[in-house]
């Protein structure tokens, strides 16, 4: 990946413009505040905006770890029980951020317990699960992160998936006591995050950012909402945190399809060119982003962790953009981006988004049982079978999605 215009230094040319002294004290004083520069062990870090935290490129993702509380011991441990190797192997090549929530099962604990006597080296994001308009009991919520963490601080706080004012009076209490050092959001709307920068709230943001952002080879999609957000926060130095960088996963899902003359075109560059080139290549694409600080990678296994961490150090050839441009023409007309576009134009309240991806950690993440509690979870009005299949959403979508027959098909998985 060429440097140039990119916030981040190469080992070389750091090495080049400073000292090994300065990337020593850099290197210390990465979760305390330092400038852009340091390397270890290959990554590369960015300024994470007004935090004036030093960030590694790629941190940790805990979406695995939103495990059903019904998978049962067996299923669960698994993946309890990768999740230190997976942390240390991050650590070890230079990582420095985990970014997970109460909500996420356990993963608060398992990430506590993995890091202790190494607490200084990672930056630690999390948020309260619901309620969180309450802010006592926000607070609370943040006592238990605390003890989870083993740490008299978090971070990063964030409200997770929307803003509550009760939880940014809570923030500013703990922020006061000095239990958390910044006040974020995470979301899926480019325009909620907007109007908490533009009110000054937040030092940090939360969003979805990949390659199917950039319709290119539709142009049905207007991504400018995301771009502009992005260039806002670097206006007002509000750090930008990216969360599904590899798009959804969809892959593994079409291996049997290969009757699809678009999914047997992709599966042969995927057998010739190396299916690690996929992923690493959504990583670069994102990081080549110079407003963007940091992705947000969700890993179930130690290898995961050395594929996605040498992508920082990549070149985006010509042939790694042919396998992104085949990747997405073939997952577009299948690829909800999370828009909400569709949401005011259904007369019955019915939240397609939310569905669609409850859709997507069942078919894509296989995360069958939490699809299926989330779906459940849902007031029946909510569900599939109060539609009424007047296309209205479909109409709107500027994805062109087929919504209908998608909802149809999410409600027999998921019922
Ligand atoms: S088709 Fe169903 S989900 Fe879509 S707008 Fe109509 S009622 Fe709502
Ligand atoms: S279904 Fe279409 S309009 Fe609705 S959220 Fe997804 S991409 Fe956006």
């Known amino acids: 990946m060429s440097t140039d215009g990119n916030p981040s230094l190469s080992r070389r040319r750091f090495l080049e413009q400073g000292s090994v002294a300065a990337l020593g004290a850099a290197l210390a004083n990465r979760t305390a505040g330092a400038s852009d520069g340091a390397t270890k062990a290959g990554m590369r870090y960015r300024r994470f905006g007004r935090t004036n935290l030093t960030i590694s490129e790629v941190g940790l993702g805990c979406a695995t770890g939103l495990k059903s509380r019904t998978l049962g011991p067996d299923r669960f441990n698994r993946y309890r029980e990768e999740l230190p190797a997976i942390l240390h192997k991050l650590l070890e090549l230079g990582g420095n951020f ?19 006597g190494r607490r200084q080296e990672v930056i630690i994001f ?4 619901p309620p969180r ?11 238990l992160s605390l003890k989870h963490f083993h740490t008299d601080h978090i971070d990063c706080y964030f409200s997770h998936g929307r803003w509550s004012e009760a939880f940014y009076e809570a923030a500013l209490k703990l922020r006061e006591q000095g239990k958390i050092r910044f006040i974020g959001l995470s979301g899926h709307v480019p325009a909620e995050h907007q ?13 979805p950012y990949n390659y199917m952002a950039l319709a290119k080879w539709t142009e049905r999609f207007d991504r400018n ?13 509000v750090g930008v945190l990216c969360m599904k960088p590899m798009t959804g996963h969809f892959v593994p899902n079409w291996a049997e399809d290969k009757a699809n003359p678009l999914v047997a075109r992709l599966l042969k560059e995927l057998q010739d060119f190396g299916k ?23 890993m179930s296994a130690v290898d995961e962790v050395t594929e996605n961490c040498a992508a920082v150090n990549g070149q985006l050839t010509r042939r790694h953009e042919r396998l992104l441009d085949l990747y997405a023409e073939t997952a577009t007309d299948d690829y909800c981006r999370l828009c909400e576009t569709c949401v005011p134009h259904c007369p019955v309240g019915i939240r397609v988004p939310d569905l669609l991806r409850y859709r997507m950690y069942y078919k894509n993440y296989g ?4 699809a299926r509690e989330l779906y459940a979870a849902l007031p029946p009005e909510r569900q599939v079978p109060a539609c009424t299949q007047c296309g209205a959403c ?5 994805n062109r999605l087929a919504i209908v027959a998608k909802l149809q098909e999410a409600h027999a998985l998921l019922a």
């Not at 999390?126 to 699960?129: G, S």
């Not at 308009?133 to 006592?143: A, F, S």
């Not at 995360?367 to 939490?370: F, G, R, V």
């Not at 479909?394 to 500027?398: G, R, T, Y």
Request: hydrophobic residues 40%; charged residues 25%.
């Open 98 to 116: 985990v970014a997970t929530g109460l909500g996420y099962h356990d993963t608060e604990e398992i990430l506590g317990n993995a890091m202790r």
């Open 126 to 129: 999390t948020a309260p699960d």
């Open 133 to 143: 308009d309450d802010v006592p009991t926000i607070m609370e919520r943040c006592e």
């Open 195 to 207: 109007a908490r920068v533009d009110a000054d709230q937040v030092d940090f943001v939360f969003q």
């Open 225 to 237: 909402d995301v771009e502009g957000l992005f260039a806002s926060c670097k206006q007002k130095d």
């Open 276 to 298: 690690s080139n996929l992923y690493q290549a959504m990583l670069m694409w994102v990081l080549r982003n110079p407003n963007v600080c940091a992705a947000a990678v969700g």
């Open 367 to 370: 995360h069958c049982e939490d």
């Open 394 to 398: 479909q109409e709107a979508c500027p």
